[in-house]
């Protein structure tokens, strides 16, 4: 290992966020810095053209660009996200037509909102850390949403095993470890479902047992296990498993989003009287902009399809390609005063599909960006204004978000303490 990966490797875990930025201004901003990390040549991208660049998928291409460790806990082996061209496009049809049904994202909402409502009722006077709790209510909602209902323990258990899984893919030690740990139960589970549903009625007794739901006909959970591909086959048990938990953990994964929301409305009590008196058009704005503001994502990675140029540099095929999320989000000249949070900028108007990006560029439909993103919008812009409602007061912690670590939230988990509801 060559001195330069050395560094650029340990650099990155020593600063996190700040990585990408740190390393584009020490080359005086440019939009390509070669660099070395996770164990090859690397270049750096940044920049309005380098969103659509990094997302055309004749340039780029996702098969061998995710490190083994971020496979074995964050995304899974087998997944959609590692496929390309034909195949890639085909699997996501499955999603898309799952994710992005207005009616199967109004349905999931309605759920959360549900949960949420059942979460704080009674529970006046009382401490509650608001990282767990909404990552309980989204892990209940969204499994029975995917045809898999869960008792109130068993979602406790599923949440804590996707934060796992989100919360270890970046690092090394105990973190890691209880990421492949929550991964393989989760996915033992569901593969395990997919197995009973395909046995067609033969349910052996489980937390993700098809016969405590009597309508799994027309659910993500039926459409993943009866799914086929091209060539006729349907997905092993384990891969099925995977793409299910792609489905689970992302939107368990918004609990970060719902918790920055809560930090924002601490930070700038003003915006909850804007969010009660707004309505959609204000919550969405809001959602919008605790995606730009909030750090979530710090880069995403592919390869080089091909010998490649961009801004006058050559790529050479195979080098890793690293497009810097964070940095583009604190953009001045992507955003007017990008370090000021401030709703306002989406107010009246959707963003450019490649200008917020926390969950990709390119097209949801047949490229890489995540067809969940419509569901991530909803949630939040839901959630949000049901905390605005909430009567909470915030206990002396610390609610310092470490940029150094990813995926980093507030140290404390930010523990509210509730009252009656506002109105």
């Given at each position: 290992?060559?001195?330069?990966?050395?560094?650029?490797?340990?650099?990155?875990?020593?600063?996190?966020?700040?990585?990408?930025?740190?390393?584009?201004?020490?080359?005086?901003?440019?939009?390509?810095?070669?660099?070395?990390?996770?164990?090859?040549?690397?270049?750096?991208?940044?920049?309005?053209?380098?969103?659509?660049?990094?997302?055309?998928?004749?340039?780029?291409?996702?098969?061998g660009?995710?490190?083994?460790?971020?496979?074995?806990?964050?995304i899974?082996?087998?997944?959609?996200?590692?496929l390309?061209?034909?195949?890639?496009?085909?699997r996501?049809?499955?999603?898309?037509?799952?994710?992005?049904?207005?009616d199967?994202?109004?349905?999931?909402?309605?759920?959360?909102?549900?949960?949420?409502?059942?979460?704080?009722?009674?529970?006046e006077?009382?401490?509650?850390?608001?990282?767990?709790?909404?990552?309980?209510?989204?892990?209940?909602?969204?499994?029975?949403?995917?045809?898999?209902?869960?008792?109130d323990?068993?979602?406790?258990?599923?949440?804590?095993?996707?934060?796992?899984?989100?919360?270890?893919?970046?690092?090394?030690?105990?973190?890691?470890?209880?990421?492949?740990?929550?991964?393989?139960?989760?996915?033992?589970?569901?593969?395990?479902?997919?197995?009973?549903?395909?046995?067609?009625?033969?349910?052996?007794?489980?937390?993700?047992?098809?016969?405590?739901?009597?309508?799994?006909?027309?659910?993500?959970?039926?459409?993943?296990?009866?799914?086929?591909?091209?060539?006729?086959?349907?997905?092993?048990?384990?891969?099925?498993?995977?793409?299910?938990?792609?489905?689970?953990?992302?939107?368990?994964?918004?609990?970060?989003?719902?918790?920055?929301?809560?930090?924002?409305?601490?930070?700038?009590?003003?915006?909850?009287?804007?969010?009660?008196?707004?309505?959609?058009a204000?919550?969405?704005?809001?959602?919008?902009?605790?995606?730009?503001?909030?750090?979530?994502?710090?880069?995403?990675?592919?390869?080089?399809?091909?010998?490649?140029?961009?801004?006058?540099?050559h790529?050479?095929?195979g080098?890793?390609?690293?497009?810097?999320?964070?940095?583009?989000?604190h953009?001045?000249?992507v955003?007017?005063?990008?370090?000021?949070?401030?709703?306002?900028?989406?107010?009246?108007?959707?963003?450019?599909?490649?200008?917020?990006?926390?969950?990709?560029?390119?097209?949801?439909?047949?490229?890489?960006?995540?067809?969940g993103?419509?569901?991530?919008?909803?949630?939040l812009a839901?959630?949000?204004?049901?905390?605005?409602?909430?009567?909470?007061?915030?206990?002396?912690?610390?609610?310092?978000?470490?940029?150094?670590?990813?995926?980093?939230?507030?140290?404390?988990?930010?523990?509210?303490?509730t009252?009656?509801?506002?109105?």
């Amino acid at each position: 290992m060559s001195a330069l990966l050395t560094e650029s490797t340990l650099s990155l875990m020593a600063h996190g966020y700040a990585w990408a930025p740190d390393l584009r201004r020490a080359h005086d901003g440019a939009p390509l810095v070669r660099t070395h990390l996770f164990g090859r040549p690397a270049v750096l991208l940044h920049g309005r053209e380098a969103v659509a660049f990094f997302y055309d998928e004749s340039r780029t291409q996702r098969h061998g660009a995710v490190p083994a460790p971020v496979l074995d806990t964050l995304i899974g082996r087998g997944a959609v996200h590692t496929l390309d061209g034909p195949a890639h496009r085909v699997r996501k049809e499955l999603f898309v037509s799952l994710l992005m049904s207005p009616d199967g994202i109004d349905a999931l909402t309605d759920g959360v909102l549900d949960g949420w409502r059942d979460a704080v009722t009674g529970r006046e006077g009382r401490r509650m850390v608001l990282f767990d709790e909404v990552a309980t209510v989204l892990a209940r909602a969204v499994c029975g949403w995917v045809g898999l209902p869960v008792p109130d323990d068993a979602a406790r258990e599923i949440a804590e095993d996707c934060v796992a899984m989100v919360d270890g893919f970046a690092t090394a030690g105990p973190r890691h470890l209880r990421a492949r740990r929550a991964r393989r139960r989760q996915e033992q589970a569901l593969a395990a479902a997919v197995t009973d549903l395909r046995a067609q009625g033969q349910h052996p007794d489980g937390i993700f047992s098809p016969s405590r739901h009597a309508a799994v006909a027309g659910s993500p959970l039926e459409a993943v296990a009866l799914y086929r591909e091209p060539d006729g086959t349907p997905l092993d048990p384990h891969t099925a498993a995977v793409e299910l938990l792609n489905i689970i953990r992302p939107t368990v994964a918004i609990t970060w989003f719902a918790v920055f929301a809560a930090h924002a409305l601490h930070r700038h009590p003003g915006h909850r009287d804007l969010l009660r008196a707004g309505g959609p058009a204000q919550a969405r704005a809001f959602a919008h902009e605790v995606r730009r503001f909030y750090p979530f994502v710090p880069f995403v990675g592919a390869l080089a399809a091909r010998d490649l140029t961009f801004a006058g540099d050559h790529i050479e095929a195979g080098t890793h390609l690293l497009l810097d999320v964070y940095g583009h989000h604190h953009d001045p000249e992507v955003w007017e005063r990008p370090y000021h949070f401030d709703p306002g900028r989406f107010l009246g108007r959707e963003p450019g599909r490649d200008e917020l990006i926390p969950q990709g560029g390119g097209e949801a439909r047949t490229g890489h960006r995540c067809p969940g993103e419509d569901i991530t919008v909803s949630l939040l812009a839901a959630l949000t204004p049901a905390l605005a409602e909430l009567d909470f007061t915030v206990p002396p912690q610390d609610l310092s978000i470490p940029l150094n670590r990813i995926p980093t939230r507030p140290r404390s988990g930010f523990v509210i303490e509730t009252g009656a509801p506002t109105s």
